[in-house]
């Protein structure tokens, strides 16, 4: 079955390195994603990863994927206040998105 | 482009009332879906259309809730009657499905019941 799970809060320090993680259970999914839900908004795709890749790198942020444990994670390096958001994890299944519970990340001084 | 456009933003209504939500999706694109949020269920996807069509309406929860597609640039949710459980945000999503593409769903702002 389609099944993503996250952790449902992580809280870390101004200029620290936040990890946030996400498994999932459909093997075949083709691609993963990061979206970003800041407050009163809709969520916003952060970056995404194809399958066959087990390592992303796109400015602050840090991909990795584990396909053969199905576990995906994000890494924000010297995260900001800015970056508190709710982050999801999600797989391509067929036509949809199959959404993780979120992730509610707090940065504080 | 303006993005995906919901309205109302917010909406407020009685228990047993009819709510309708709107969405127009970006132009150009051939997928839209529609999603709940809630604080205890976090993000469900309600139903989706691929050029109009519905193609899997399983996570829509009752009868008293149902969409429609009439054409490519607007999408209808309706809740008759309304319940105060409905009360959630709801989001309308668009993306263009090229097969084996990434598939980037963009979202709306969103639309925040709340039925008393």
């Known amino acids: 079955g389609e099944d993503v799970e996250q952790s449902l809060f992580l809280s870390v320090r101004e200029g620290d390195s936040s990890v946030i993680n996400c498994t999932y259970t459909d093997s075949s999914s083709t691609y993963l994603y990061w979206y970003k839900q800041e407050p009163g908004a809709g969520l916003q795709l952060l970056t995404y990863?194809?399958?066959?890749?087990d390592m992303k790198q796109d400015q602050r942020l840090t991909v990795l994927l584990n396909k053969k444990d199905k576990h995906l994670s994000l890494r924000i390096a010297d995260t900001q206040t800015g970056d508190s958001a709710i982050y999801f994890c999600a797989e391509k299944a067929t036509d949809k998105l199959i959404f993780g519970t979120g992730t509610r990340l707090q940065v504080f001084p | 482009d303006a993005g995906v456009i919901q309205s109302p933003r917010h909406e407020v209504t009685e228990m047993g009332q009819e709510v309708t939500l709107r969405c127009k999706p970006i132009s150009g694109h051939n997928s839209l879906f529609w999603y709940r949020q809630t604080m205890m269920r976090g993000l469900e996807l309600l139903i989706y259309f691929n050029n109009n069509v519905p193609i899997d309406d399983s996570g829509m929860p009752e009868d008293r809730f149902s969409a429609k597609m009439p054409n490519a640039s607007f999408s209808t949710l309706k809740i008759q009657p309304s319940e105060p459980r409905d009360s959630a945000v709801y989001f309308c999503?668009?993306?263009?499905?090229?097969?084996?593409?990434?598939?980037?769903?963009?979202f709306g702002p969103g639309t925040r019941l709340t039925v008393l």
């Open positions: 999503a668009s993306s263009l499905d090229g097969g084996v593409s990434y598939n980037e769903q963009f």
């Open positions: 990863i194809f399958s066959n890749m």
